[in-house]
Nanobody
Framework: QVQLVESGGGLVQAGGSLRLSCTAS????????MGWFRQAPGKEREFVAD????????NYADSVKGRFTISRDNAKNTVYLQMNSLRPEDTAVYYC??????????????WGQGTQVTVSS
């Protein structure tokens, strides 16, 4: 019954921006930390960012720190990933995921279907 649906992906030129959204249903969204991951062609899935239930704690992969911002709107059951200064190496399918805890355990039990982000040179 838990469903996570990503949106906002697309094609963007290097240096551009995109904002991804992940809307959740079937759970008490505000009770859980949420994360973003990505998987590039031929590569393993990697952690991008996560956020605690109340927006107060965030973490970022070194590769995106300073460029990406994770946020959430619990009233909308939505977590966002604002991606600025995009690079071709950011090209990947981006997934949102539900953490098992409110503050973040890095253990995830539900995943979205993903949204494609392609950054051209």
């Amino acid at each position: 019954q838990v469903q996570l649906v990503e949106s906002g992906g697309g094609l963007v030129q290097a240096g551009g921006s995109l904002r991804l959204s992940c809307t959740a249903s079937g759970l008490i969204f505000s009770a859980y930390s949420m994360g973003w991951f990505r998987q590039a062609p031929g590569k393993e899935r990697e952690f991008v960012a996560d956020i605690s239930w109340n927006n107060l704690n965030t973490n970022y992969a070194d590769s995106v720190k300073g460029r990406f911002t994770i946020s959430r709107d619990n009233a909308k059951n939505t977590v966002y990933l604002q991606m600025n200064s995009l690079r071709p190496e950011d090209t990947a399918v981006y997934y949102c995921a539900k953490d098992r805890t409110a503050w973040g355990s890095r253990r995830y039990d539900y995943w979205g279907q993903g949204t494609q982000v392609t950054v051209s040179s």
